[in-house]
């Protein structure tokens, strides 16, 4: 498959990043030399320095052969324009990004005429998940599949301190369970039943939605149920305005706290519900003085990694049982499993996730980039042409890096081990480390010279061109 991407800022370079671990031929073009250094520092891919807005340079890449065009600049008018070039010039697909809120009402109508495939909004596929996570009862990340029979969560060992030394084929409680990986020092890990757990280790469990629950109770992970009534959301850019409408529809009371004086003016107007305040995120005593204590949750979603992080920190001491945080720097995520902070999202892993998902078409059901981006959680439902249709796990031949955390059968949550046998239209949850993603390609294809075709025609039949 070739795809081009069109700006190299961190959606575009972490989208090549993710591709080129699974044989998808990339180009990369960005009209900053310093950017594309960068990258050729660092991927194996072709890199173009120049402007992909010319239609100029877009023949001179022969856009006519790729399959898949995406554009991710930093102005979505651009991307819209590059995206109808490109298919106009006989690219196959285009995939734009799109953030302003104003375009929301008219996204169907710009993607009809400009020839645009898929839109995607990091910063609504945000504001989405920081809700999906924020009405859930847990106050640690967790992630669904299988329509909500399946569930992952990761928990600090320290919470969990029985099991800490020992192996895990000695743990007694893990019926329904899988601990499908193990983050340790920075560097994640796929363990075998002789792995002895250690301290700050950060536990992935996958399993039956019961089996989840159980577990949290067991170890009284919560501290009792979260009704969350009001939120705090630091920061009133796209993700705020985005998150805090959406929580009015849950009647969610929020106040936004907004430094900017004319962004707080246009949250006051476009906002259908919540409290702005115009003020310093960073000062304490404003928060206290606008009952940061009383609150049920807080968000922050700034612009800057370090202030989340850091008035995270201090929410948490304040007493709010949840807090979520946006992080967009990779390098801050060893730093995040060591503090306090609840939730952690990337919007860029966010997005990327949605865009692989599309790629892989129509069976592919979710990816989900872990917040390390060392690994990722495929559901895929199993094709019944795909040669592992009746054969046992063992037979698969899977990498050291692939596991199946769960296989969903007939509606019943099953956790496999070498002995199961794959059935047509299973349901599967597989965690694979970033440098083994190819080997998922048996889940998804059928064979390398019809994946194109058999993807794309998969994903428009079954109405998956829909906007995020």
Known sequence: ?????????????????????????????????????????????????????????????????????????????????????????GCKRTISRIRNPEYTEQLDFIKREMGIDHIINPDLATA????????????FYSGDFAKGKVQMIDICV??????????????????????????????????????????????????KRESIEKLVKKYKLNSGSINIKNVMILGGGKIGYYLANKLSEFNIKST??????????????????????????????????????????????TGFDEQNILMSLLAKQSGIKKVITKISRPNYTNLIEKLDIDIALNPVNITVSDILRYIRGGKVVSVSLLLG????????????????????????????????GALVHNGDVIIPNGNTIINKYDRLIIYSLVENVQGLDMFFKKNKEDRISELWNSNKSNGEFAST
Request: aromatic share 4%; glycine share 6%.
């Open 128 to 139: 989405d998940e920081i809700l999906k996570l924020a009405l859930k009862d847990y106050n």
């Open 373 to 404: 981006d060392q690994a990722e959680v495929t559901e895929v439902i199993v094709d019944e042409d795909l040669p592992i249709v009746g054969k046992a796990i063992s037979d698969l031949g899977l990498s050291k890096g692939i596991i199946i």
């Open 1 to 89: 498959m070739k795809v081009i991407i069109i700006g190299a800022g961190k959606l575009g370079y972490k989208l090549a990043e993710s591709m080129i671990n699974s044989e998808v031929d990339v180009t990369l073009v960005d009209s900053n030399p310093e950017v594309i250094n960068r990258a050729n520092e660092h991927l194996d891919l072709l890199t173009v320095c120049a402007n992909g807005l010319e239609i100029e340079i877009l023949k001179d890449l022969e856009i006519e052969t790729y399959d898949l065009l995406i554009a991710a600049t930093s102005s979505d008018e651009t991307n819209t324009i590059i995206c109808s070039l490109a298919k106009k010039l």
């Open 158 to 207: 320290n919470n969990m301190n029985k099991i800490i030394g020992k192996k895990l084929m000695e743990i007694d409680s893990l019926k329904g369970l899988l601990i499908a990986a193990i983050s340790r020092d920075g560097k994640i890990k796929i363990p075998d039943g002789s792995t002895k757990l250690e301290i700050d280790d950060i536990i992935y469990f996958i399993g």
């Open 256 to 301: 936004v706290v907004e430094q900017n004086n004319e962004r707080c003016v246009y949250l006051m107007n476009n906002l259908k519900k919540g409290l702005v305040i115009h003020g310093d995120g960073t000062d304490l005593n404003l928060l206290e003085e606008e009952n940061l204590s009383e609150m049920d949750a807080f968000i922050a979603v």
